[in-house]
């Protein structure tokens, strides 16, 4: 087919109607190239509503379309989490040793080398509440700590109700209320500009001022080092 030919019968389809889409599709040719040939070209009335109910069906189909995608990707998603899920069982104390010591050495307070007289203690420190609870039961179980010499710091911002941060943390850590403080501070990150709605409960450090318990942890995460 040439050129004329081409053009022709591209522009008998357009006046029926037909999208460039539609008309590439029949003779291959590029869209840059029919809306080279006909963007100034006067269409009737009838055309211009046969175009504009196509394009409102392809916008509508277009939507239906992603809407299912995205859907299909959240099923996928939880699919895939569902799976691995499952895969993790209730933990052995072995398994939660080495759990406590990793959250440890990516969460907690780790200054190893303090001056003379001068002692470590644990210190472990969150927002995120599953945190806390994974890290208790291991104070628990693996270093016998229970939960009334466990000594809470609710790190205060200045978007957080001192009272229901303390009454949130409670609840979870199931740690006597007495041994709750509270401290108000702005990180440097931050400086003040933190949005009012992140970090409404504050963030918890758990504190336990015991020497040997603190070096039982640095060696769990030496062994951890050493088994990699």
């Given at each position: 087919?040439?050129?004329?030919?081409?053009?022709?019968?591209?522009?008998?389809?357009?006046?029926?109607g037909?999208?460039?889409?539609?008309?590439?599709?029949?003779?291959?040719?590029?869209?840059?190239?029919?809306?080279?040939?006909?963007?100034?070209?006067?269409?009737?009335?009838?055309?211009?509503?046969?175009?504009?109910?196509?394009?409102?069906?392809?916008?509508?189909?277009?939507?239906?379309?992603?809407?299912?995608?995205?859907?299909?990707?959240?099923?996928?998603?939880?699919?895939?989490?569902k799976?691995?899920?499952?895969r993790?069982?209730?933990?052995?104390?072995?398994?939660l040793?080495?759990?406590?010591g990793?959250?440890?050495?990516?969460e907690?307070?780790?200054?190893?080398?303090?001056?003379?007289?001068?002692?470590?203690?644990?210190?472990?420190?969150?927002?995120?509440?599953?945190?806390?609870?994974?890290?208790?039961?291991?104070?628990?179980?693996?270093?016998?700590?229970?939960?009334?010499?466990?000594?809470?710091?609710?790190?205060?911002?200045?978007?957080?109700?001192?009272?229901?941060?303390?009454?949130?943390?409670?609840?979870?850590?199931?740690?006597?209320?007495?041994?709750?403080?509270?401290?108000?501070?702005?990180?440097?990150?931050?400086?003040?500009?933190r949005?009012?709605?992140?970090l409404?409960?504050?963030?918890?450090?758990?504190?336990?001022?015991?020497?040997?318990?603190?070096?039982?942890?640095?060696?769990?995460?030496?062994?951890?080092?050493?088994?990699?």
């Amino acid at each position: 087919m040439d050129t004329r030919k081409d053009y022709s019968a591209a522009l008998a389809l357009r006046l029926e109607g037909k999208t460039y889409g539609e008309i590439r599709r029949n003779f291959k040719i590029p869209k840059s190239t029919l809306s080279n040939w006909f963007s100034t070209l006067e269409l009737d009335r009838r055309v211009k509503k046969i175009l504009e109910s196509k394009r409102k069906n392809g916008y509508l189909k277009l939507i239906e379309f992603n809407k299912n995608r995205t859907l299909n990707i959240k099923k996928e998603n939880e699919n895939i989490r569902k799976a691995h899920e499952s895969r993790i069982n209730k933990l052995n104390n072995r398994e939660l040793m080495i759990l406590g010591g990793a959250l440890y050495w990516g969460e907690g307070y780790k200054n190893f080398n303090l001056k003379s007289g001068a002692y470590p203690y644990i210190c472990f420190s969150n927002s995120d509440p599953f945190m806390h609870k994974a890290f208790i039961p291991f104070l628990e179980k693996i270093l016998k700590i229970t939960r009334d010499r466990i000594k809470c710091q609710v790190m205060i911002y200045p978007n957080t109700n001192p009272r229901e941060a303390v009454q949130y943390w409670q609840n979870i850590t199931q740690i006597p209320v007495e041994n709750f403080r509270t401290q108000s501070t702005v990180s440097r990150d931050s400086q003040g500009k933190r949005p009012w709605n992140i970090l409404l409960h504050g963030t918890l450090q758990l504190r336990v001022s015991q020497r040997q318990e603190f070096f039982k942890i640095r060696g769990l995460i030496d062994g951890i080092i050493k088994s990699i």
